[in-house]
């Protein structure tokens, strides 16, 4: 091989890295991870300071540095928190201790910084869960269908009934 078409060669090598890494960086697909939540629109007042009349309508859930889910303060399993939650949500000012109406329940939700991940998520998932019974049941209730199957009108009325309000800190 003479030098001049050696010379090519590895002119072309050099473009064909070039053109490949150009390409690596431009496809690069940048995908988004983490939780997809909706937050709430910005309340007008603040709504962070609870009177001792609107207790009882606050469910406090904690989860620890050891994973461990405390709901006002007492250890509850994962696995139980969407039946509390229910409990506590459609009370309807039968027990003092819960909630007067699901339009003034409201769930806060703290976390110790080392929580596993896992952990946090399962529990974003059985209140999730939870509400969406609890639409489930109230849609059958005023439209005999699912909640899925109702339109955007329908849904905004469900979640009047059932408003979700969770807060973090």
Same mark, same amino acid.
């Given at each position: 091989?003479?030098?001049?078409?050696?010379?090519?060669?590895?002119?072309?090598? %050099?473009?064909?890295?070039?053109?490949?890494?150009?390409?690596?960086?431009?496809?690069?697909?940048?995908?988004?991870?983490?939780?997809?939540?909706?937050?709430?629109?910005?309340?007008?007042?603040?709504?962070?300071?609870?009177?001792?009349?609107?207790?009882?309508?606050?469910?406090? %859930?904690?989860?620890?540095?050891?994973?461990?889910?405390?709901?006002?303060?007492?250890?509850?399993?994962?696995?139980?928190?969407?039946?509390?939650?229910?409990?506590?949500?459609?009370?309807?000012?039968?027990?003092?201790?819960?909630?007067?109406?699901?339009?003034?329940?409201?769930?806060?939700?703290?976390?110790?910084?080392?929580?596993?991940?896992?952990?946090?998520?399962?529990?974003?998932?059985?209140?999730?869960?939870?509400?969406?019974?609890?639409?489930?049941?109230?849609?059958?209730? %005023?439209?005999?269908?699912?909640?899925?199957?109702?339109?955007?009108?329908?849904?905004?009325?469900?979640?009047?009934?059932?408003?979700?309000?969770?807060?973090?800190?």
């Amino acid at each position: 091989m003479d030098k001049k078409t050696r010379n090519l060669l590895i002119i072309f090598v %050099l473009l064909f890295g070039f053109v490949i890494t150009f390409f690596q960086i431009i496809t690069t697909v940048d995908s988004d991870k983490g939780l997809t939540v909706k937050l709430p629109p910005m309340p007008e007042k603040d709504e962070t300071i609870i009177t001792e009349e609107e207790k009882h309508n606050v469910l406090n %859930l904690f989860v620890n540095a050891k994973n461990e889910l405390l709901i006002n303060n007492q250890q509850t399993g994962i696995d139980e928190l969407k039946k509390v939650i229910k409990d506590f949500v459609n009370n309807k000012g039968v027990d003092p201790q819960k909630s007067d109406s699901p339009e003034k329940a409201k769930i806060i939700l703290k976390n110790d910084v080392r929580v596993k991940y896992s952990v946090y998520i399962s529990i974003h998932n059985a209140l999730k869960a939870a509400y969406f019974e609890m639409w489930d049941e109230e849609s059958q209730k %005023l439209y005999q269908k699912n909640y899925e199957e109702l339109n955007i009108d329908e849904k905004k009325e469900v979640r009047k009934i059932y408003p979700y309000k969770i807060e973090e800190g």
